[in-house]
């Protein structure tokens, strides 16, 4: 076979700034030196703050999940699946849920929008049918729970 020889070539200034240490440094209102690269806190009223479900938009959603955890057809669904009886369980599924995780989730502000919990029940339905047979009863109660729930 070809052998492919890899080389780097620096540029004469990229080598020479290879090199160097860069130091910035700039002064506070008291003229101490600062790192600029130091986290200096922010005013309260100039922090980020990311978008979470309305308090009315959860308290529906997780209304309907209870009222879906309720019903026996849905009963699978409630906790994680039991790993000691499904030990190859995590090996098939790379990202497990149920729907005591999605009402963790939700009571926790994980979620920034209705689509985001949206995803997860289809997680959930998608879990189910790559770990069962597509046809199964408990899959078909899964895409009804996906009905029920949006």
């Known amino acids: 076979g070809i052998k492919i020889k890899r080389t780097t070539i620096l540029k004469e200034e990229e080598a020479e700034l290879k090199n160097k240490v860069i130091e910035r440094i700039t002064e506070d209102e008291e003229g101490e ?3 600029p690269w130091e986290l200096i806190p922010i005013e309260s009223d100039l922090q980020y703050k990311p978008p979470v479900l309305p308090t009315h938009v959860q308290g529906r959603v997780l209304q309907i999940i209870e009222q879906l955890r309720g019903m026996k057809e849905y009963e699978d669904f409630n906790s994680p699946v039991n790993l000691e009886e499904f030990s190859d369980y995590t090996k098939i599924i790379n990202v497990p849920i149920d729907l005591s995780l999605i009402m963790e989730r939700i009571k926790n502000h994980f979620y920034r ?5 949206r995803f997860d029940f289809r997680l959930l339905v998608s879990n189910c049918e790559t770990y069962n047979q597509a046809d199964s009863g ?3 109660n899964a895409r009804r729970l996906l ?3 949006f």
């Open 138 to 140: 408990i899959c078909m």
């Open 113 to 117: 929008s209705l689509d985001a919990v």
């Open 147 to 149: 009905e029920h729930a």
């Open 33 to 35: 030196p600062v790192n």
